[in-house]
């Protein structure tokens, strides 16, 4: 008798913030894999904000999830099973597995990830897609150089705490924009030389303080006032990496433009946005410059783990209250 996978499937569009019957559980026997195939038992899944994007139908960088549909997510898990010669049974991967225990695909766009190279779970976390966006969107767009003052937002989250930690290894005067006193600390505690708590204050007044040259790199994960608030604080020449705006993904209102845009004309700056998957073709770059920085210490990963497929729509939401801390992944079986 086959085996039985649980999945989540999206069940209806969301409005605002995803609601419980958005989503469906349904189990079904595992499949064995085809010819070019292999079956792969899931043992963590990244939870990324971007996942509330894809449950919009709307134009995006990469089709929305239909309905009906395992939700999407990146996962790693091993091998148990395969029929495709890039991959044997026992082998560690990485990519686009679902919202599920088990998934049987072809094997395009993952990635064999070294068990003995880090922990697994790092491997969705500074060595995974939050790592390389990081990586990428800040030195390949933000290009920072020494003695920069470096303002990141979402800071004490995956992809902020890689971005602010990075930009101390580069040289630069790091700020970072989190909410409560708990990340800001944590800011500290990693290398970063001012922290900012959004939650408690005027974030322009804060910002203006902490960047008394003004802001030459902008790394925005959360949009709205706070991109606001940095656009006023431009240096010459600044640039803005637009990696995301979270703070916009639950509106049901389309977001408000930045009124203070002529910043960019009047400092001679740019805002740029990009997508983390445009790199493909470099990743084996970043990820030889992230291992080698956390091997020497310079580079601490943090990760947020929760236990329990049943645990996707509770646990997903924790993203858009704040209550990650650091890198959230699911945990659905045993390494
Ligand atoms: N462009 C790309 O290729 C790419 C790739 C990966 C991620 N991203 C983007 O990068 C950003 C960060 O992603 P992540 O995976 O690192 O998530 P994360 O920062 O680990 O988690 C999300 C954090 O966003 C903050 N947040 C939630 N609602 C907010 C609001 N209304 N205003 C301000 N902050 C809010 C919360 O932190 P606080 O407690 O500090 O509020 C929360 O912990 C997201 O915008 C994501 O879409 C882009």
Known sequence: MSAINHKIELAARPVGLPKPTDWSFKEEAIREPGEGELQVRIIYISLDPAMRGWMNDRRSYIPPVAIGEVMRALALGRVISSRNPNYAAGDYVYGALGVQEYAVVKGAGLRKVDPAGAPLPVHLSALGMPGLTAYFGLLDIGRPQPGETVAVSGAAGAVGGLVGQIAKI?????????????????????????????????????????????????????????????????????????????????????????ANYLSLLVNHGTMTGFVVGDYVSRWGEGLRDMAAWLAEGKLKSREHIVDGLEKFPDTLLMLFSGANHGKLILKVGEA
Do not use: M
């Open 170 to 258: 580069k040289g630069c005067r790091v700020v970072g924009i989190a909410g409560g006193a708990e990340k800001c600390a944590y800011l500290k505690e990693i290398g970063f030389d001012a922290a900012i708590d959004y939650k408690s204050g005027s974030i322009y007044r804060a910002l203006q303080q902490e960047c008394p040259k003004g802001v030459d790199v902008y790394f925005d994960n959360v949009g709205g006032e706070t991109l606001e608030a940095a656009l006023s604080l431009l240096a010459r020449n600044a640039r803005i990496v637009i990696c995301g705006a979270i703070s916009q993904y639950n509106s049901t209102i389309p977001p408000k433009g930045p």
